[in-house]
């Protein structure tokens, strides 16, 4: 299913055409001489023709529709980060922050021929157990935190994939298994070193720039670059122990499944995650779920709680009663997730919506279309649905107006991801993931497209990501803190 990206060699005439469409007049050659005069020594500046490239900086996970970059510099410290990107601002070259590395979002491929501000010496993680805080730097991925605060007997909330960068979930928000408890990721943030748009170094928290603490929680990639992050961190629920059951159920049973998962529809224990990889099953010739119950509690308790998946009898059945906080994505879905590392990328076409509601005539008469289509068309048949049902217990612990985090009565967190290791299969993928989306629509509760704003496509537009109610606030910010756009690459406030 995932495949690494093929390495493109370019020669050296049509890298001279790059310099050529680079936005500002300045070339490539004479960015890299003036960002190496200008950053401090310990900052990494490089050509991406250069090896150094491939091995010093972060790659991306998803090479379709991805930014392309010419130059890439990995700032030393903070103040490197602001001369960067005043650099850049009076040259009018475009950048892009970079974190993790994972975001997918196809807007991102509306960036071309630009630097890459690579955060990667932005690395520290600092606990205070006593005081159950933590700060991270930057470029800090979730399976670091979540190991450092394992071993401490603690935990917050993060989402399923560990090679994800922590501040860029934060930044869109961040859902995940324990959100049921602590709400979003960004739900947990106290504060935040922001170098915005107008090149200022400023903290943001609720008694410091508190608008801009209000918009990093949810649109923060349209402000500025975060250096640093103060997360509040909470005592492990059950000593950090945690029973993960994976199971298997056939397509004919999917009426059944999806009654299954009504059932918890406004009594969702906030100790469970209901997970499901929708997909094609070669050896059973059709559709299949492959469950993933994630529980923050004792198996017993656990067996009990999602009685009425078992009750159904699953084809397969996986009971691991000794995960724990640091792990259980690993393990989940029969380690699917942890197949996915810093180092790989893939194509695909990404597709979602929110439900508010499990309507299971309208799902099973999409998973109908899905399996009779794929059954017929084997270029299509990487495509997965992917299912994320939450206690939004912890979500609506926060009002909705206390951050621009946008969604938190969410049912079920729903996408498609047209997986390929065949690029050519893209365009088929992507027409197909655009019809799913339309039909399960019809069935989400909401009348317009809402979607996750880090599980979005690209195409749905702003309201979709951040609400019309929370839009004409945001603008205001961006006149404030970026009034020249610099930061308007990933599903931005103004559209593009
Ligand atoms: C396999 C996989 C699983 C995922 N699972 C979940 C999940 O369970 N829950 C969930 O909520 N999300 C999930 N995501 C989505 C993920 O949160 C987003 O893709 C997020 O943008 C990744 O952040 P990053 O730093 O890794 O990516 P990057 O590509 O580095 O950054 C994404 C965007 O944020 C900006 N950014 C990143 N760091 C900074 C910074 N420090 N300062 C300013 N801007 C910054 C970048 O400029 C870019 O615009 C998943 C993604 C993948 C690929």
């Not at 310099?19 to 050509?47: F, M, N, R, Y």
């Not at 630009?114 to 006593?130: K, P, R």
């Not at 199971?247 to 049973?253: S, Y």
């Not at 799913?436 to 979709?464: C, K, N, W």
Request: net charge neutral; hydrophobic share 40%.
């Amino acid at each position: 299913m995932i495949s690494f990206r093929s390495a493109v060699v370019c020669g050296l005439v049509h890298f001279c055409s790059l310099h050529a469409a680079l936005a500002g007049s300045v070339s490539t050659q004479q960015i890299i001489k003036d960002l190496k005069a200008t950053l401090s020594p310990g900052s990494e500046v490089v050509l991406t023709s250069d090896p150094a490239f491939a091995q010093d900086f972060t790659a991306r996970f998803s090479g379709t529709h991805a930014p392309q970059f010419v130059v890439a510099a990995k700032p030393k410290l903070v103040t490197d980060v602001q001369k960067l990107i005043k650099y850049a601002s009076r040259q009018k070259v475009p950048f892009l922050a970079t974190g993790g590395g994972h975001g997918y979002t196809w807007s991102l491929g509306q960036l071309q021929n630009a630097i890459q501000l690579d955060l990667g010496n932005f690395q520290t993680i600092e606990v205070d157990a006593a005081g159950n805080t933590m700060k991270v730097g930057g470029a800090v991925r979730i399976g670091n935190v979540t190991q450092e605060l394992h071993a401490l007997g603690k935990e917050f909330p993060v989402g399923m994939c560990p090679s994800v960068g922590v501040s860029g979930l934060t930044l869109g928000g961040g859902v995940g298994p324990l959100g049921g408890f602590y709400g979003a990721t960004s739900d947990n943030l106290i504060s935040a070193e922001v170098v915005t748009g107008t090149g200022k170094i400023l903290t943001a928290s609720a008694t410091e720039n508190a608008d801009l603490f209000y918009g990093i929680r949810g649109a923060g990639f349209n402000f500025g670059v975060v250096t640093s992050l103060n997360y509040r961190i909470h005592p492990a629920t059950n000593q950090g122990r945690v029973t993960v059951v994976n199971a298997m159920f056939p397509a004919n049973l999917s009426t059944s499944v999806w009654q299954a998962t009504n059932k918890y529809v406004g009594h969702h224990p906030k100790e469970l995650a209901i997970l499901f990889a929708i997909r094609f099953n070669e050896t059973l010739g059709g559709m299949s779920f492959v469950g993933s119950f994630i529980y923050f509690g004792p198996e017993t308790q656990a067996l009990e709680v999602i009685k009425p998946f078992l009750d159904l009898n699953p084809l397969y059945l996986e009971v691991i009663n000794d995960a724990s906080y640091s792990n259980f994505s690993s393990v989940a879905l029969y380690g699917d997730v942890a197949d996915i590392g810093p180092k790989k990328s893939i194509d695909f076409a990404p597709y979602t919506l929110n439900l508010y509601k499990v309507d299971v005539k309208n799902l099973v008469s999409s998973l109908n279309h899905m399996n009779a289509t794929l059954t017929a068309n084997l270029n299509l048949r990487p495509a997965t649905l992917s299912w994320a049902q939450y206690s939004p217990e912890g979500y609506l612990k926060f009002p909705l107006e206390s951050s621009a985090f946008a969604y938190r009565d969410v049912v079920v967190w729903f996408s498609y991801d047209g997986f390929t290791t065949d690029p050519a299969q893209i365009p088929a993928l992507d027409k197909f993931g655009k019809d799913i989306r339309g039909l399960v629509q019809r069935g989400s509760g909401r009348r317009d497209l809402e979607t996750y704003v880090h599980f979005s496509h690209g195409d749905e537009g702003p309201a979709a990501w951040y609400t019309k109610g929370k839009l004409p606030g945001l603008r205001k910010l961006k006149r404030t803190y970026d009034p020249e756009s610099l930061f308007s690459w990933y599903n931005p406030i103004s559209g593009y």
